[in-house]
Antibody, heavy 120, light 110 residues
């Protein structure tokens, strides 16, 4: 049973870069057939897909965030990471990492989520 | 890509059935059979309940079912139980490796 765990600062200053890491355990991050994803949820709001990465490094981003997002993968440490630049209060959210089936487009495993607050 | 449209709330009494709709466009729900549904209890991560429109992962009760007609997908919860009270989100593939979510529906068991 694969498990995912987010880590990173819970507080980021406005205009700086938000950085989070997701550690995968109980399974291989290099498995064929899976993308590794970031999803966020603004307080009291719905889910927003941020982007995906394949273990080879191929990435796909939400067009609305693409100019500020970078997702990378470190297969040796079984981790993938999110960087979101030029953050504002609108980026305050719970950030989830998740595993997505590559060809069937659903998220079958999720991390517990981590709240990131952007302060001025 | 706009968010899929869900009703903000739904409710039913124990034992009853409730259906939650998820309306997209011909660019997402209407074209692809890659609609999934997630259950989220307060303070918890979402949990996959339905994938590929109407398939249930192992461990999800058969009280949960999914369907699709045109640009609208639906989640039906039959035989409502207290533990079904949660937020439910739909998601659809929108082509070009893009995913879109619905705004969520709060299901209340009366």
């Amino acid at each position: 049973q694969v498990q995912l765990q987010e880590s990173g600062p819970g507080l980021v200053k406005s205009s700086q870069t938000l950085s989070l890491t997701c550690t995968v355990s109980g399974g291989s991050i290099s498995s064929d057939g899976y993308y590794w994803s970031w999803i966020r949820q603004h307080p009291g709001k719905g889910l927003e897909w941020i982007g995906n990465i394949y273990y080879s490094g191929s990435t796909y981003y939400n067009p609305s965030l693409k100019s500020r997002v970078t997702i990378s993968v470190d297969t040796s440490n079984k981790q993938f990471s999110l960087k979101l630049s030029s953050v504002t209060a609108a980026d305050t959210a719970v950030y989830y990492c998740a595993r997505k089936r590559r060809e069937f487009h659903y998220f079958d495993s999720w991390g517990q989520g981590t709240l990131v607050t952007v302060s001025s | 890509q706009s968010a899929l449209t869900q009703p903000p709330s739904a409710s039913g009494s124990p034992g009853q059935s409730v259906t939650i709709s998820c309306t997209g466009t011909s660019s997402d729900v209407g074209t692809y059979n890659y609609v999934s549904w997630y259950q989220q209890h307060p303070g918890k991560a979402p949990k996959l309940m339905i994938y590929e429109v109407n398939k249930r992962p192992s461990g999800v009760p058969d009280r949960f079912s999914g369907s699709k007609s045109g640009n609208t997908a639906s989640l039906t919860v039959s035989g409502l139980q207290a533990e079904d009270e949660a937020d439910y989100y739909c998601s659809s593939y929108a082509g070009s490796n893009i995913l879109v979510f619905g705004g969520g529906t709060k299901l209340t068991v009366l």
